[in-house]
């Protein structure tokens, strides 16, 4: 098994720059497609990002495409979330995940494993 502790978020203005990080404990961090998901207040948990193992692959939802970035350093067993050009309607409770690399690019919930989540805010 992984746990997954994610860090990183806050308060930011409009406009601004977060970066989200996800350190893995447990297993080591190559055995795992992961992705990051986020859920608003009164919302449904949404899909944000997802990379493959080696980094090679990634993909994002329409909304946060050419603003977020995610990257993987299996090094450090830690994956990222580059978050730029934020906007009020990206204020939720973010959450890094995992589930096996043999699976590919997940772009659904059907993750095995999950973070406790931390709080984004962004003010207008």
């Known amino acids: 098994q992984v746990q997954l502790v994610e860090s990183g978020g806050g308060l930011v203005q409009a406009g601004g720059s977060l970066r989200l990080s996800c350190a893995a404990s447990?297993?080591?961090?190559?055995?795992?497609?992961m992705g990051w998901f986020r859920q608003a207040p009164g919302k449904e948990r949404e899909f944000v990002a997802a990379i493959s193992w080696s980094g090679g692959s990634t993909s994002y939802a329409d909304s946060v495409k050419d603003r977020f970035t995610i990257s993987r350093d299996n090094a450090k067993n830690t994956i990222y979330l580059q978050m730029n050009s934020l906007k009020p309607e990206d204020t939720a409770v973010y959450y890094c995940a995992a589930t096996s690399r043999r699976r590919g690019i997940v772009t659904g919930p059907q993750y095995d494993y999950w973070g406790q989540g931390t709080q984004v805010t962004v003010s207008s």
């Open positions: 447990g297993r080591t961090l190559s055995s795992y497609t």
